[in-house]
């Protein structure tokens, strides 16, 4: 009978019931520290959290936990501080644990005062390293959808006006080709090609313009994305000038993508062509073909899945932070005036979502820039 009563005694007593309280969190970790920072007492959610057992810590300071330049600033000892002066003292920052790796911790410090005395403190620390990462997931996907739906806009609405454009050129190369078999002087003949040759231009961009906005009928067809390249390799190499060097790590036995050849290359000497400009000096373009398990940045599917991925980097000067997300609009552009129409990128874009896929960019100014272009695997 005495031993049946034992577990409900302990309940009864006010000392055993806080002893049966803080032992039995698991995802706090719940101690004392001395009015130096010295641990004093330890719960079985501190050796959860940081690794480390009781016999390990007592008696040492708690600075042990912050990271090696907050304690060399004093960030430990501002704490207690704080606590002291303002009755409490709560905040975010990076810890370590016993194994050497790094999470983020909610920080509660409280002092403990008897008679008016300072004795000690009591902290209350908890681990919110997947909560802040599911934060951030969450921010990057909401950006990400954001820019995709400021994409969409842009496409429709560029949609709607190259289409209009085109039809003006369609009218009037119609009109010039019936005016120059009419005219038969050759100063008239001459001015007539040239604005054919500018309106040729004009459809070209107007075509450019389609690809963004998913208007440009596409003719995909199965195809090897590394046999594609190599019959392009001197194409590419002659297109990116003497000064630069283009490397290929073509990738065998992939499997196929179901795309469009002709846009397909227009693509990757837009991209090649880029490399080039932003290194005036020379350099090395690399193209490289390969599988990624990656996701597109908007999809809704949970889980990242193998895609058949284009890659062109190169060692330039890379795009500003602040450019980055606007790279993909038509007739936006780094490039100085008159040595670019904008349209280069946004041809990539709209020929990569348009066959089922997404680009990627990456880039670090004055180190350079990645582009990888992802295609879903065709499947018969």
């Not at 960030?75 to 709560?90: D, F, K, M, S």
């Not at 075509?207 to 963004?212: A, D, G, I, P, V």
């Not at 392009?232 to 490397?247: M, T, Y």
């Not at 993909?328 to 089922?356: A, D, N």
């Amino acid at each position: 009978m005495t031993q049946l009563q034992r577990p409900k005694d302990a309940l009864n007593d006010e000392s055993r019931q806080l002893a049966l309280l803080v032992n039995s969190v698991t995802d706090y970790a719940i101690y004392m520290l001395d009015k130096d920072g010295v641990i004093r007492t330890w719960n079985p959610g501190g050796q959860r959290i940081k690794g480390y057992s009781a016999a390990e810590v007592i008696g040492t300071n708690f600075s042990r936990f912050y990271l090696p330049e907050d304690a060399a600033a004093g960030v430990p000892q501002r704490n207690l501080r704080t606590a002291a002066l303002e009755g409490r003292c709560i905040g975010e920052g990076w810890r370590v644990r016993q194994d050497g790796t790094r999470f983020l911790a909610s920080v509660v410090i409280d002092p403990i005062w008897v008679d008016g005395e300072l004795i000690g403190y009591a902290k209350v620390t908890r681990d919110i390293t997947e909560r802040q990462e599911a934060q951030e997931r969450l921010q990057k996907v909401q950006h990400s959808l954001l820019q995709a739906q400021k994409m969409e806009a842009i496409g429709k609405l560029t949609l709607g006006l190259a289409h209009d454009f085109n039809n003006l050129l369609t009218i009037i190369v119609n009109c010039l080709d019936l005016i120059s078999l009419r005219v038969k002087d050759s100063a008239a003949s001459k001015l007539i090609e040239t604005a054919l040759r500018a309106a040729e231009r004009g459809a070209f961009l107007s075509r450019q313009l389609l690809t963004f906005g998913r208007g440009q009928k596409l003719s995909p067809e199965p195809l090897d994305l590394s046999r594609t390249l190599r019959d392009s390799q001197e194409l590419l190499q002659r297109s990116a000038g003497d000064q630069i060097s283009v490397v290929f790590d073509l990738h065998d036995d992939l499997p196929l993508v179901l795309v469009d050849k002709a846009q397909l290359e227009a693509a990757v000497l837009n991209l090649v062509c880029n490399s080039r400009d932003a290194m005036p000096n020379g350099g090395t373009i690399t193209v490289k073909t390969n599988v990624q398990v990656t996701q597109d940045p908007v999809s809704e599917a949970h889980q990242p899945l193998p895609h058949v991925c284009l890659t062109v980097e190169d060692d330039g000067e890379g795009i500003p932070a602040a450019h980055q997300a606007r790279v993909f609009e038509p007739f936006f552009t780094t490039k100085p005036v008159g040595r670019g129409s904008g349209l280069g990128l946004s041809q990539v874009f709209g020929f990569t979502t348009q066959s089922g896929g997404f680009p990627m960019l990456s880039s670090i100014s004055g180190e350079g820039t990645r582009i990888v272009l992802c295609f879903p695997a065709y499947e018969p």
